[in-house]
């Protein structure tokens, strides 16, 4: 094996020897200074409460990542719409964005009690929360990679006769995806938020419920079994947009190593 062989091999093993290696210090602390399972679980407590709750663990989980990819696509699909309007049009970026700086700004936990009286405790306040708080990447990236466009390459398209749609097309979509697929793994963690913090406050089902259930009982070791499961969720669902992301746009990254 050669010495780029090995550098590459140690940089795909780099997440899960720094993972084990946080494990291993987690558990020596617990167990040095004899901390209490109540206060903060080592992970072999973690992992106890996983195969003791394990089915009904699987049950709320499967409802959070409903909850959350269907929050997330509405959030994509109306981020898109209007990002491609605010970065294609000076006046609509001028009008909109400070209203989308403005609506991001409020914290949206405040919206969940508004939603509950409008649809009720469950699924419905959760779907929203996740869309509400996952919307705003999306807008800001499309726009951002649309209005990027050099205003020289827009002279040439120009020139040769191409139409404002032409260039958005065939020119501005396509150089725009990399902030795109940005845009959707930000969204898609911050969604996973979203979704747990309306079923903390309004749902009796999910794993935002089953955390406070166990919290409730000061059963840390489910409550950090869920936060557990919640974090694997995100990295999985990150790491499936990074994969269509280097298959999409590898050009953007041609002849480089990318930093992440």
Known sequence: MTLLQRKRLLIKASPWILLVSLALL??????????????????????????????????????????????????????????????????????????????????????????????????????LTAFLISFFPVVVNMATGLATLEPELQDVLRSLGASKLDILRKVALPRSMPYFFA??????????????????????????????????TMDMGLVFAGLVVIAIMGVVMYEMFAFVERRMTGWATRGSDPAF
């Open 26 to 127: 987690w558990e020596l602390v617990c167990f040095a200074f004899s901390v209490p399972t109540y206060l903060f679980p080592a992970p072999t407590d973690i992992w106890a409460s996983w195969l003791k709750y394990q089915g009904p663990i699987m049950k709320h989980a499967t409802h959070t990542l409903f909850t959350t990819v269907a929050g997330f696509a509405i959030a994509v699909i109306f981020g898109v719409i209007l990002g491609v309007l605010v970065g294609s049009s000076p006046l609509i970026y001028k009008a909109v964005y400070p209203l989308m700086v403005g609506f991001n700004s409020i914290p949206k936990v405040a919206f969940v009690p508004v939603l509950v009286v409008w649809f009720g405790i469950g699924t419905v306040p959760a779907i």
């Open 183 to 216: 845009s959707l793994k930000v969204a898609i963690t911050l969604a996973f938020v979203g979704s747990v913090i309306s079923e903390t406050v309004a749902s009796n089902v999910g794993i935002g419920y089953l955390m406070i259930s166990a919290s409730s």
